[in-house]
Nanobody, 115 residues
Framework: QVQLVESGGGLAQPGGSLRLSCAASGIIASTNLMGWYRQAPGKERQPVAL???????TYRNSVEGRFIIDRDNAKNKVYLQMDNLTPEDTALYFC?????????WGQGTQVTVSS
């Protein structure tokens, strides 16, 4: 059974930084897509950044240039470095894994940006 466990959320001031981590466990094919989504109160869950097992990345426009996604394939981990945070980045952040036609979610980690 595949499980995803996120860590690294918390409180940051505007302009600050946080780094999220997600560890995937279970039997996972080497070809897969990992990424981060977020959901703010009263809003739909939306993709933030995605990375293929080959290292190709995509970002939503509002985080381009501020967030960087990377991964460690040997450890089945994905990371999200978030810099220059704004209050609009406040949300519950979810790790996502898509492999073999199946999708998996982590439990989420809260990111709050406030002065």
């Amino acid at each position: 059974q595949v499980q995803l466990v996120e860590s690294g959320g918390g409180l940051a001031q505007p302009g600050g930084s946080l780094r999220l981590s997600c560890a995937a466990s279970g039997i996972i094919a080497s070809t897969n897509l990992m990424g981060w989504y977020r959901q703010a109160p009263g809003k739909e869950r939306q993709p933030v950044a995605l990375i293929t097992s080959g290292g190709s990345t995509t970002y939503r426009n509002s985080v381009e240039g501020r967030f960087i996604i990377d991964r460690d394939n040997a450890k089945n981990k994905v990371y999200l470095q978030m810099d220059n945070l704004t209050p609009e980045d406040t949300a519950l952040y979810f790790c996502r894994l898509i492999v073999g036609g199946n999708g998996y979610w982590g439990q989420g980690t809260q990111v709050t940006v406030s002065s």
